[in-house]
């Protein structure tokens, strides 16, 4: 699939954000380990929630939608008998659910489709087996197969590759029966506000685990409430048309918690720093053009800007240097060559160093065809650099946006035409 993009120099709208998927991941994740009912408002549509909702359905929860914006989850904990996931190409839902679906003593076989079959998962060939799991994957990718129950232990992970094989470990040790007082210490922590975006979302469900000193203090065997949430708007998407309004008129976004413990909030620094107007009220936050100064940006803890922050560095005066290109290695592409090579072909002049990668701006980018690398990151950082284009730019394999932001384009042209 193909999508065009026009260039735009003078943007402008509002634009209700959807819901944030690692927020509501996880929500589904703790609601089926409820003895009761979860009833969650503002769910988000993407692919990656859709293969958490059909995860947890799989492992024995009843989902009904009651309204257009509420699902109702009912639970007695994960089924126990021989179970066989299928996690999509959501590599959250593969991370989280692993472990947490080792804590039953049932037979469980995985499998992924697309990108996320390539991506590496030896953490668990090491973990796992330490936590008294017959476990076997396949070279160290999926498919998986294993058998349980995990005995949560005393242990130190290195946190250097990803968070979500953490988050998959803390919701392991707070749904077992066996876990007592036992700690996990992370050496080499990256993606810190993901883990506390974990903790967040269980102290909703009423189970409360400490981080302290990179420690993780666990006290159980925990509960899991009943519970109504509603899932915060997603930073990660807003992402891509904050940086809109910052090179090329103004936004508004609607639902985004300023309190929130999403990573990507950090977002907001960059952009004071490169110079835009930043007016936040309440739940809305408007971006607007003015400067357009170089900056530097530490994205070791929130990898996922890099691609808008790439756009944003793409038309700053001067040279903008992004730290954190080792953490963009195993996505859904591998982030750093995909950024060097579609933002290229539009004229961006990009150099990585070690763990740094330096942008110098430039005023237009060019008219051409690019192409997602199956990366809805990829295809939005594309799309947005296109506003500042001298023509259209096509962008080849677009679909990839559904697995976080199906409405992507629909929204952008909505504030080309404002």
């Known amino acids: 699939m193909e999508q065009i993009v026009y260039p735009s120099l003078d943007i402008t709208g509002k634009i209700k954000i959807p819901a944030s998927k690692s927020f509501g991941q996880r929500a589904y994740a703790a609601a089926l380990l409820v003895n009761g009912e979860t009833s969650i408002r503002d769910f988000g549509v993407s692919d990656d929630e859709n293969a ?10 009843t989902v009904r939608e009651v309204s257009k914006n509420v699902i109702r989850i009912t639970s007695s904990g994960i089924n126990q008998k021989d179970l066989a996931i299928n996690y999509g190409e959501s590599g959250l839902s593969a991370r989280m659910f692993t472990p947490l679906l080792a804590v039953s003593n049932n037979s469980v076989k995985m499998n992924a489709k697309g990108t996320l079959l390539s991506r590496p998962m030896n953490f668990f060939d090491t973990i796992l087996k330490g936590l008294e799991v017959d476990f076997t994957s396949t070279n160290g990718h999926l498919p998986f197969e294993m058998k349980g129950p995990l005995v949560p232990k005393d242990c130190t992970i290195d946190g250097s590759m990803s968070s979500q094989f953490i988050t998959g470990l803390i919701y392991a040790y707070a749904a077992s029966p066996l876990t007592k007082k036992v700690q996990i210490k992370i050496e080499n922590p990256t993606s810190i506000p993901y883990i506390l975006l974990t903790l967040d979302v269980l102290n909703k469900f009423g ?12 006290d159980g065997p925990y509960v ?7 899932v915060e708007g997603d930073w990660s998407s807003a992402s891509f048309l904050l940086v809109a309004g910052a090179i090329s008129g103004a936004v508004t976004i609607d639902n985004l918690n300023s309190d929130s413990q999403q990573a990507d909030k950090k977002l907001i620094g960059a952009l004071k720093d490169f110079g835009a107007t930043v007016l936040e009220n309440n739940s809305s936050i408007t971006i607007t053009k003015n400067e357009n100064k170089a900056f530097y940006f530490d994205a070791t803890h929130c990898p996922d ?22 953490r963009l290695m195993n996505k859904e592409s591998n982030r750093s060559i995909a950024i060097q090579e579609e933002l290229g072909k539009m004229g961006a002049l990009i150099v990585v160093k070690e763990d740094e990668m ?27 650099a296109a506003l500042k284009a001298d023509g259209p730019v096509t962008i080849q394999d677009s679909q990839a946006i559904n697995k976080s932001y199906p409405l992507f384009f629909e929204h952008l042209l909505e504030i080309q035409n404002n």
């Open 52 to 61: 958490a909702l059909e995860i947890i359905k799989q492992a024995g929860a």
């Open 207 to 218: 189970v409360e685990v400490v981080l302290e000193n990179e420690t993780l203090y666990f």
């Open 224 to 230: 899991f409430k009943s519970t109504s949430i509603s």
């Open 305 to 326: 800007l890099f691609p808008p922050l790439a756009v944003l560095a793409m038309f700053a005066d001067g040279v903008s240097s992004i730290k954190g290109v080792n």
């Open 358 to 384: 330096f942008i110098k701006g430039i005023k237009k980018s060019k008219s051409t065809v690019v192409n997602s690398h199956g990366d809805h990151r990829i295809a939005m950082a594309c799309a947005i």
